[in-house]
Nanobody, 115 residues
Framework: QVQLVESGGGLVQAGGSLRLSCAAS????????MGWYRQAPGKQRELVAA??????TKDSDFAKGRFTISRDNANNMDLQMNSLKPEDTAVYYC??????????WGRGTQVTVSS
């Protein structure tokens, strides 16, 4: 059974930084992709960034130049967020996807950016 536990959320002023972490445990296949998603109130959950097997990363347009995703060999994943904006306020979720259909989610961590 895979478990994903996020940490590092909180309240920060616009222009500030936060670092989110996701600790993964359980059976994780080498083909798994890990990623961060976020969901703001009244909006759909959206991809922030993901890191694929082999280290290839994918960033959403709003994350480029501000957010950096990283993953270590122990399947821990971080998201360094800089230059935060009020519109970045959301619950951030850790995701693990093992093709073709296995997907796991963490419970999420709240990020609030004040103006």
């Amino acid at each position: 059974q895979v478990q994903l536990v996020e940490s590092g959320g909180g309240l920060v002023q616009a222009g500030g930084s936060l670092r989110l972490s996701c600790a993964a445990s359980g059976t994780i296949y080498s083909t798994a992709t890990m990623g961060w998603y976020r969901q703001a109130p009244g909006k759909q959950r959206e991809l922030v960034a993901a890191v694929c097997p082999g280290g290839i990363t994918k960033d959403s347009d709003f994350a480029k130049g501000r957010f950096t995703i990283s993953r270590d060999n122990a399947n821990n994943m971080d998201l360094q967020m800089n230059s935060l904006k009020p519109e970045d306020t959301a619950v951030y979720y850790c995701n693990l996807y093992s093709p073709p259909r296995i997907e796991h989610w963490g419970r999420g961590t709240q990020v609030t950016v004040s103006s």
